[in-house]
């Protein structure tokens, strides 16, 4: 089974990776895998950086870990199955490349339902997909 389960976490909406979360705690009580929750913020253009207040990037990563540390400690696994890491940039990019680095055997996510608008430029989720270096399972969110 999986030992390594990277589940990725919108910062502005964590609730919307429950049953993700839900799904990985079963897996790590189950089967003893550890759980890599990763929060992708954006990058902010040095011509925008410039006209917020200082030290805003470094804000926002601070409050996304801490963030994902409050959703992995109130998940339902044993002491030490949780760890997290905060990336800058593009969700896809990001996740498939924490996946690679931190040597994740599944990407496992929640994927908004489809649209028009994803059918012909693609999702997130449809990037990873196509491109992870591990198995992925994405789970239908409402």
């Given at each position: 089974m999986f030992k390594k389960i990277l589940v990725p976490i919108d910062p502005a909406e964590p609730q919307f990776a429950?049953?993700?979360?839900?799904?990985?705690?079963?897996?790590?009580?189950?089967?003893?895998?550890?759980?890599?929750l990763l929060g992708v913020c954006p990058e902010v253009q040095s011509f925008v950086a410039s006209q917020?207040?200082?030290?805003?990037?470094?804000?926002?990563?601070r409050e996304t870990a801490g963030i994902l540390q409050k959703t992995g400690d109130a998940l339902d696994?044993?002491?030490g199955a949780?760890?997290?890491?905060?990336?800058?940039?593009?969700?896809?990019h990001e996740v498939i490349e924490e996946a690679e680095?931190?040597?994740?055997?599944?990407?496992?996510?929640?994927?908004?339902?489809?649209?028009l608008s994803t059918y012909f430029i693609g999702?997130?989720?449809a990037h990873i997909v196509r491109?992870?270096?591990?198995?992925?399972?994405?789970?239908?969110?409402s």
């Open positions: 429950d049953d993700a979360l839900a799904k990985a705690a079963q897996m790590a009580r189950d089967y003893g895998a550890k759980i890599h917020l207040p200082e030290g805003f990037q470094e804000n926002e990563l696994v044993p002491e949780v760890d997290v890491m905060v990336r800058v940039g593009s969700v896809y680095k931190a040597e994740c055997d599944l990407v496992l996510m929640t994927s908004h339902k489809p649209g999702s997130n989720a491109h992870a270096p591990c198995s992925v399972l994405v789970l239908r969110g």
